[in-house]
DNA sequence: CCGGTTACTGAAATCGTTTTCATACCTGAA
DNA sequence: TTCAGGTATGAAAACGATTTCAGTAACCGG
């Protein structure tokens, strides 16, 4: 492995000027810097980057916190922060926290021990007051996320009108009886939606009914319990707004077993646009997350953050959702075929 | 931020003291250590991890190539990697490689530039001619990958068996005109599941097709193309072997539609065993991989090497797949609801 | 009592960069 | 002619750890 003072001693030059022409410093007249190519196009030349995070006291390397990549939402997400991260010249550690606290706590010291340059939430297990500390070390970012405490930067999804413009178009459909199935009870997403859910109903004169509640929905398996909970109440729901569009696939599919139809007998919305939603048959309306742009923007934020060195500032960018109306809400899709 | 030197000072120590005491080195009396320990508390003393790299020569960082990550089987794979890590005390670097040999020749500076340790390749898009030099630099394992050049270890998955008995399952139900459904060309590990779907029809005594045969499918979009193909065809197959679950699903939401029964006039089966197939009607016949087993397995093998510096060497380790039999295949599992 | 381990400690070298500082040349304006 | 300022270069300090080497004290067997 050849070092800068190789290339510079073949360059008959020294580590500052080949320092130079490596970072495009002004002041290298056009000779020297052709030597210094030379010379390191000859030794297969690269900079190491222990040195140089060393020295200038930045890794190019970004943490992105989620609790598990398997979720379709977070492997999105992962995926298009790649990409960013990728397009700004960063690297990205992943860190599944795997909803533990603790190990939160521990992939927390990659910004204390300076491994990463910032950090970005995309899930949070712990109190801000517990993480708030590890500010002193580098940026963090929430991403997906809120917190009422939190005086960093948020980057977030209207959560709230995702909550209202499905709800709304259950009611719109004439369903007045709508269940409500969400997943983590201290999820902020899942608590925002749940405003939403509420606020349509009293646009419509109606009161959030308790017994058509059901909380810990995460995978088609819930869902599954969700449809036969459902319909052992004495009045069941003639509608269903679920969290998720695995959920929302696990109540069709267990419906279909069972003879209800849907949308007739049952309407079904599900939350994230994934690809199940074309692929299950009645198809599945649902409300379509930007991912993407989300990713895009809190990695743009982070690296502001990284820059300016102003860590401690709330800022808040929200992205609206939309609807797509499939099959599982509206009947006379179905009759087209 | 208050480095090894603060520390040293306030316990009336030398740097090398502390240092010894950070890395449980023998040779420092309990009452030294405990003035360490009590000095660094009381400081909130981490080690820089660029400086401590820059001087042992690794980073505890490495890198996992993969094409895309929602991919479900890569998230499966990534996620599976991330725990592994973790619990060895390595960080994971995530590359996207996109298909895209520039990217991943690109991504391959992270090992020249000394930024991680050894490099984990579950996708593969340049001839290794171009990659074995980057050997100099440090280890390169192949997870779910393999090439017949490549002079390094080899963590995988035993495709041609997969291929095997998935086609032997369709040929013991009678099927006779089996259609095979895979997707990149280049593929090894298709490459492989076609020696296992020949190897089972020669068993038969059939040979294949090129007819049923095709290529370029990877999601459930090219699964509804494919099943216009196939039914397009004189002699239409009686079941189709595909390379993954999105694409059998794809095959039978767009039979479902046409009015095609599954598994009377279609028999379907996938590979990957993932969610969707239970969430189908009817559910999918496919062949689950232990990825779980495999990721682990290529990572305990790539510390290995890290510590062995023995890299270029070749070792094949593969595991075996299993059918799961669901309804897509066979008829009378309908009958039970 | 002496020579040879073993236990413990610290000064200084080292890892490979970037950055600061000093120096020197050249140009053009006063 | 002089002086300010832009251009070009290199010596040496700095980043924050680990490792080598040397040295001292304690112990132990002959």
């Known amino acids: 492995m050849s070092t800068i003072e190789d290339v510079a001693k073949l360059a008959g030059l020294s580590r500052t000027t080949v320092s130079r022409v490596i970072n495009n410093h002004p002041y290298v007249s056009e000779d020297k810097r052709k030597l210094v190519m030379e010379a390191m196009k000859q030794l297969g030349y690269v900079p190491n980057s222990s040195a140089r995070s060393l020295r200038s006291q930045k890794t190019d390397v970004i943490a992105l916190f989620v609790p598990r990549i398997m979720n379709p939402f977070f492997s999105q997400l992962v995926e298009a922060m790649e990409i960013s991260a990728a397009e700004h010249g960063y690297q990205l550690i992943i860190c599944q926290t795997r909803y533990s ?25 712990n109190d801000w007051k517990v993480l708030e500390p590890f500010l002193q070390y580098g ?17 977030m999804l209207d959560q709230v009108q995702g909550g ?33 859910f509420r606020k349509a109903l009293a646009e419509y004169g109606l ?24 319909m052992a109440l004495p009045t069941p729901p003639t509608a269903v707004f679920t969290g998720s569009d695995e959920v929302a696939a696990g109540i069709i599919s267990e419906a279909n077993k069972h003879g209800c139809r849907i949308p007739d007998q049952l309407a079904v919305v599900g939350f994230d646009n994934q690809e ?5 048959e009645p198809s599945i309306t649902t409300v379509h997350q930007p991912v993407d742009k989300m990713a895009q923007k809190a990695l743009e934020v982070m690296i502001d953050k990284i820059h300016s060195r102003k860590y401690k500032q709330r800022e808040i960018y929200e992205f609206p959702l939309k609807l797509i109306v499939r099959e599982s809400t509206v009947a006379n899709k179905l009759a087209q075929l």
């Not at 603790?102 to 899930?123: C, H, P, R, W």
């Not at 199940?276 to 299950?280: A, G, H, S």
Request: proline share 3%.
């Open 139 to 155: 940026p963090i970012v929430l991403c997906n996320e809120f917190d009422e405490q939190a005086n960093v930067p948020s980057v």
């Open 164 to 196: 209202y413009i499905a709800t709304k178009h259950l009611l719109e459909q004439g369903h007045r009886r709508i269940a409500y199935c969400r997943g983590s009870t201290r999820s902020n997403v899942a608590s925002h939606r749940e405003i939403g």
């Open 207 to 230: 009161e959030f009914d308790e017994q058509y509640a059901f909380r810990d929905a995460f995978h088609s398996e819930d869902g599954r319990r969700v449809f036969h909970q459902m």
């Open 101 to 125: 606290p603790e190990k939160e706590l521990n992939y927390m010291n990659l910004l204390k021990t300076k491994q990463v340059d910032g950090v970005i939430l995309a899930s949070i297990q």
């Open 276 to 280: 199940i939603t074309e692929l299950i």
